[in-house]
């Protein structure tokens, strides 16, 4: 199994709302990935997850909240966003965040497509 | 901090034509190096990848890339497109050691015509 799943695929909600996204992936992998992607931009990292430890958080503002409960899921939790944290958000995972001989390839799924009234 | 550069933000060709798409990456270390691709509607694929020995990486679909360290370059190539090579293409670059993120260009928007 060489897929990431994201649920759900497209959501909307309003400012004042709380909701999670969520990510799972059954690869054994221990990293795993929140990227925000604008329309016809490239993937933005948000944070990364290696062996279930918050490792790298970019500035990202409280209103999103990262949540690794096992080595297979990942959420992201909103809360109180603004309109313009309208995007697709997307999962990765690889095999580890730490570098060894194979790299670094992410696997990608599909992403959840969020609106922000 | 890695950067990428990728200089064809909108490529247009017809079909059977040759493609090369540029990528420049700026980082002083050692790095590995990524294609993605995203079709319409789709999510993000990896077409090819470079970690070390061959410079001349073999994807899938027909790419190929040549990783070209005294240029800082990784350049994507097809000898013949189709139409349902029209998609974004994305060079990625993740440093060996230090922060390890995957750092992405900004995007070619690749159109094959018919």
């Known amino acids: 199994d060489t897929e990431v799943t994201q649920t759900p695929k497209h959501l909307v909600m309003g400012m004042t709302n709380k909701k999670s996204l969520k990510c799972e992936q059954h690869?054994?992998?221990?990293?795993m990935y929140w990227y925000k992607q604008k329309a016809k931009k490239p993937p933005e990292l948000m944070f990364v997850y290696s062996y279930e430890k918050l490792s790298i958080n970019e500035s990202v503002p409280s209103r999103f909240s990262p949540e690794c409960p096992n080595s297979s899921l990942l959420n992201l939790h909103l809360h109180a966003l603004q309109p313009e944290d309208s995007a697709l958000y997307l999962c990765?995972?690889?095999?580890?965040?730490?570098?060894?001989?194979?790299?670094?390839?992410?696997?990608f799924g599909p992403g959840t497509r969020l609106t922000v009234l | 901090a890695q950067s990428v550069s990728q200089h064809n933000h909108h490529v247009i060709l017809s079909e059977a034509a040759s493609l090369e798409l540029g990528c420049n990456y700026s980082?002083?270390?050692?790095?590995?190096l990524f294609w993605y691709v995203q079709y319409p509607g789709q999510h993000l694929q990896l077409l090819l990848k470079y970690f070390s020995g061959d410079p001349l990486v073999k994807g899938i679909k027909g790419f190929e890339a040549e990783f070209i360290k005294s240029k800082f370059s990784f350049n994507l190539r097809k000898p013949s497109v189709q139409w349902s090579d029209t998609a974004e293409y994305f060079c990625?670059?993740?440093?060996?050691?230090?922060?390890?993120?995957?750092?992405f260009g900004s995007g070619t928007r690749l159109q094959v015509q018919p």
């Open positions: 990765a995972s690889s095999q580890a965040h730490l570098q060894d001989r194979g790299g670094n390839e992410q696997f």
């Open positions: 990625a670059v993740n440093a060996r050691t230090g922060r390890r993120a995957l750092t």
């Open positions: 690869m054994g992998h221990r990293a």
């Open positions: 980082y002083g270390g050692t790095v590995n």
